[in-house]
């Protein structure tokens, strides 16, 4: 089946660095990939959405400076997180939406751990 | 916003049958999904349906879909202590936006 694929799967790093992540779908076009964060024990919160060739539309209260997202090709995008701090620590998912299926379907990464220390 | 709800927590004995239960608000959903997650992992599709469906079925997984009460539900025949984990529902808009329910916790006895 569809492949999406995460990396780094863990990151640890120092306070006031940035972090780039990146999101590639292995084996079709995603012109469409949606960024989630996890905190502990909780579900997923949509933080944006990004579009090949476009700027991402970010959801309220998401710092569009802090996260920076780039979806410059249809296999990839990236989500980099700027100037991290401690309360940034997360597991950040990545799914791509594959429109060549009937369905559409959604694929997903498996995750990126983010500790900021 | 649109809202998913589903119970936290569910524990059956192994071999027995379990039945996790997810509800949502949006009318204009078009597919809706059961995501499985496995301690420090992504999410694995296991399965979906069509919002004009009332019923899949896929080896130990049946899904039922009551669009009128908006009423989603997973059952795993069988359950192994693999299937212990956090599944998660979800649904889709229009838009090809997911929203997610809280996750439910699968705890599977043996």
């Known amino acids: 089946g569809a492949v999406v694929s995460q990396h780094p799967s863990r990151v640890i790093c120092k306070s006031g660095t940035s972090v780039k992540i990146e999101c590639r779908s292995l084996d079709f076009q995603a012109t469409t990939m949606f960024w989630y964060r996890q905190f502990p024990k909780q579900s997923l919160m949509l933080m944006a959405t990004?579009?090949?060739?476009?700027?991402?539309?970010?959801e309220q209260g998401v710092e569009k400076d802090k996260f920076l997202i780039n979806h410059a090709s249809l296999t990839l995008s990236t989500l980099t997180v700027t100037s991290a701090h401690p309360e940034d620590s997360s597991f950040y998912i990545c799914?791509?939406?594959?429109?060549?299926?009937?369905?559409?379907?959604?694929?997903f990464g498996e995750g990126s751990r983010l500790t900021v220390l | 916003g649109e809202d998913v709800e589903q119970s936290l927590f569910l524990s059956v004995r192994e071999g027995d049958s379990s039945v996790i239960n997810c509800t949502y608000t949006?009318?204009?959903?078009?597919?809706l999904y059961w995501y499985k997650q496995e301690p420090g992992a992504g999410l694995q599709l296991l399965t979906y349906?069509?919002?004009?469906?009332d019923m899949k079925q896929d080896q130990r997984l049946t899904v039922l879909l009551n669009k009128k009460d908006k009423h989603l539900s997973l059952r795993i025949a069988d359950t192994q202590t693999g299937d212990s984990a956090i599944y998660f529902c979800a649904e889709r808009d229009a838009g090809n936006m997911l929203t997610f329910g809280g996750g439910t916790r699968l705890m599977v006895k043996p």
């Open positions: 990004s579009n090949e060739g476009s700027k991402a539309t970010y």
């Open positions: 949006d009318s204009s959903s078009t597919y």
């Open positions: 799914s791509a939406l594959d429109r060549g299926k009937y369905t559409g379907e959604l694929f």
């Open positions: 349906i069509f919002s004009n469906m």
